[in-house]
T-cell receptor
Framework: AQSVSQHNHHVILSEAASLELGCNYS??????LFWYVQYPGQHLQLLLK??????LVKGIKGFEAEFIKSKFSFNLRKPSVQWSDTAEYFC???????????FGGGTRVLVKP | SQTIHQWPATLVQPVGSPLSLECTVE??????LYWYRQAAGRGLQLLFY??????ISSEVPQNLSASRPQDRQFILSSKKLLLSDSGFYLC????????????FGNGTRLTVT
């Protein structure tokens, strides 16, 4: 069965700092990868996704993620965070032809103004 | 446009009582439907998913069951709630699997007392 690991449960940083959130999955076949974000008081929304092509994908609000197949990783990055990036971030994986989306445990990010 | 409705928003139930949470999707046909439970620090746990009417896949053995009586209706139930059933329950839909992102409802906060 596929599983997803997010290594950091909590991250605290200051505005303008760079952010990188780790995500690793365990499945040897072809996968599609997602990052979702949940802002305080709001429902989950899609940040970005990868399914083929350029392994560096860009999402909304200046976020990007890099798929490294050899490392089974899909790390999320943002060069300079803002206070409004305070949220919980979830990595998720689905088999390319599958229906079951598996989420990681989430990382709570707090950006101090 | 597609919308997802999930109700109730909050629910307080005594141990041993039954449960019924309802989710409906509008504006799309034959969606994949999902029930997740979100717990602090544990991410989103997939409980059930359905790719069609009457087709339910259960991911975690537990005190809950799901049914899909109509194409765009997904119900989460329990005959007798346990304290451990407390949590935040999310319904979601997607058009097929694979690269299609999930669209989440606003969730139901269930407290079992």
């Amino acid at each position: 069965a596929q599983s997803v690991s997010q290594h950091n449960h909590h991250v605290i940083l200051s505005e303008a700092a760079s952010l990188e959130l780790g995500c690793n999955y365990s499945y040897g076949g072809t996968v599609n990868l997602f990052w979702y974000v949940q802002y305080p008081g709001q429902h989950l929304q899609l940040l970005l996704k990868y399914f083929s092509g350029d392994p560096l994908v860009k999402g909304i609000k200046g976020f990007e993620a890099e798929f490294i197949k050899s490392k089974f990783s899909f790390n999320l990055r943002k060069p300079s965070v803002q206070w409004s990036d305070t949220a919980e971030y979830f990595c998720a994986v689905i088999k390319a032809a599958g229906n079951k989306l598996t989420f990681g445990g989430g990382t709570r990010v707090l950006v101090k103004p | 446009s597609q919308t997802i409705h999930q109700w109730p928003a909050t629910l307080v139930q005594p141990v041993g009582s039954p449960l019924s949470l309802e989710c409906t999707v509008e504006g799309t046909s034959n969606p994949n439907l999902y029930w997740y439970r979100q717990a602090a620090g544990r991410g989103l746990q997939l409980l059930f998913y359905s790719v069609g009417i009457g087709q339910i896949s259960s991911e975690v053995p537990q005190n809950l069951s799901a049914s899909r009586p109509q194409d765009r209706q997904f119900i989460l139930s329990s005959k007798k709630l346990l304290l451990s059933d407390s949590g935040f329950y999310l319904c979601a839909w997607s058009v097929g699997g694979g690269i299609s992102p999930l669209h989440f409802g606003n969730g139901t906060r269930l407290t079992v007392t």
